[in-house]
């Protein structure tokens, strides 16, 4: 199969015209597909990832239903104070419950929005491989042209090399070290 660019126009036309050196180079003989979307989704170290950070988020969310029964504690124990005490008094506790709960609202989205930052980190760095290795195997199967799957209406099936990528980044990826850091937003 031989492409030339610009698409429409046929490989003789551009030859005819004296440019037969860029005739050749813009000609694609070898094609190739991958579902890099599929090989990210289907790959171990994205599993493992998954599994780390669900780890992170169920623990998160334990830390927070503890506080949250003593804050539930802390506002019954301040009604029940209503009137006992001064008003000024009391608006004074019920300010800073609210502080409270407002800095505990915070704590959570930031702790939320890290595990998803990780996750996204994490992610990119896979990508990054899997397309190394989408590099790779170009060069040793000297394919001119590697299209995404999704942007392929037919295709035959001996031109998806999908499954090669994903087995090498399982490969590469079977002893790698995953950490998730998670740290406490500073104070500006």
Same mark, same amino acid.
């Given at each position: 199969?031989?492409?030339?660019?610009?698409?429409?126009?046929?490989?003789?036309?551009?030859?005819?015209?004296? *440019?037969?050196?860029? !005739?050749?180079?813009?000609?694609?003989? %070898?094609?190739?597909? #991958? /579902? @890099?979307?599929?090989?990210? +989704?289907?790959?171990?170290?994205?599993?493992?990832?998954?599994?780390?950070? *669900?780890?992170?988020? !169920?623990?998160?969310?334990?830390?927070? %239903?503890?506080?949250? #029964? /003593? @804050?539930?504690?802390?506002? +019954?124990?301040?009604?029940?104070?209503?009137?006992?005490?001064?008003?000024?008094?009391?608006?004074?506790?019920?300010?800073?419950?609210?502080? %409270?709960?407002?800095?505990?609202?915070?704590?959570?989205?930031?702790?939320?929005?890290?595990?998803?930052?990780?996750?996204?980190?994490?992610?990119?760095?896979?990508?990054?491989?899997?397309?190394?290795?989408?590099?790779?195997?170009?060069?040793?199967?000297?394919?001119?042209?590697?299209?995404?799957?999704?942007?392929?209406?037919?295709?035959?099936?001996?031109?998806?090399?999908?499954?090669?990528?994903?087995?090498?980044?399982?490969?590469?990826?079977?002893?790698?070290?995953?950490?998730?850091?998670?740290?406490?937003?500073?104070?500006?």
């Amino acid at each position: 199969l031989i492409v030339c660019f610009p698409l429409g126009q046929p490989c003789s036309a551009q030859a005819d015209e004296g *440019d037969e050196g860029n !005739a050749s180079v813009m000609a694609v003989k %070898r094609i190739a597909l #991958v /579902d @890099l979307d599929g090989v990210l +989704r289907n790959a171990d170290a994205n599993n493992r990832i998954r599994e780390l950070l *669900d780890g992170q988020r !169920a623990k998160f969310q334990e830390e927070f %239903r503890a506080v949250e #029964v /003593d @804050l539930q504690q802390s506002e +019954r124990d301040l009604l029940s104070k209503r009137d006992l005490m001064a008003k000024d008094e009391y608006d004074r506790l019920v300010t800073a419950f609210q502080a %409270r709960v407002t800095e505990l609202q915070k704590d959570i989205q930031y702790k939320r929005q890290s595990i998803d930052n990780a996750y996204q980190k994490a992610l990119s760095g896979i990508r990054s491989m899997a397309i190394e290795e989408v590099t790779k195997i170009a060069g040793e199967k000297k394919i001119d042209l590697i299209l995404k799957r999704d942007s392929s209406v037919i295709f035959l099936p001996h031109l998806n090399i999908s499954d090669e990528v994903l087995n090498r980044l399982n490969e590469r990826t079977k002893d790698a070290r995953i950490e998730v850091e998670i740290n406490k937003p500073t104070v500006e």
